[in-house]
């Protein structure tokens, strides 16, 4: 057990680099120099899921306080909406199914 999570630390402290990447596609305009970015963020997903990594799926899922952390509220009237994730604000990841970084989110309430 010790040594498959002996790398989270050091793990972790690559995440931002992905916040980074994400935050470079969401905002580039040039399709060639967004290429690149994706092509490099694929490239280092790929080696930390040969590690184990993997990102937390949020979107649409009920609010988890194990894997998320709400930031923000948004009121609802649908009772069938209350508790659930309808933004993800910071992507958070696993390392071999342990939380590594939760997910900063936007949560609906009733």
Same mark, same amino acid.
């Given at each position: ?69 709400? !930031? ?7 009772? /069938? ?9 910071? /992507? ?5 199914? /342990? !939380? ?6 936007? !949560?609906?309430?009733?």
């Amino acid at each position: 057990q010790y040594l498959k999570y002996a790398s989270s630390v050091i793990i972790a402290k690559f995440l931002p680099l992905l916040d980074t990447f994400d935050s470079a596609i969401k905002n580039t305009k040039n399709k060639e120099t967004l290429n690149e970015i994706e092509l490099i963020k694929n490239e280092f997903m790929a080696l930390l899921k040969n590690e184990g990594v993997m990102p937390i799926n949020s979107l649409g899922q009920h609010f988890d306080p194990f894997k998320h952390e709400a !930031v923000m509220i948004e009121e609802t009237d649908n009772p /069938k909406e209350d508790n659930i994730v309808v933004e993800e604000l910071q /992507k958070g990841y696993m390392l071999h199914g /342990k !939380v590594i970084r939760v997910a900063r989110v936007k !949560v609906t309430k009733q």
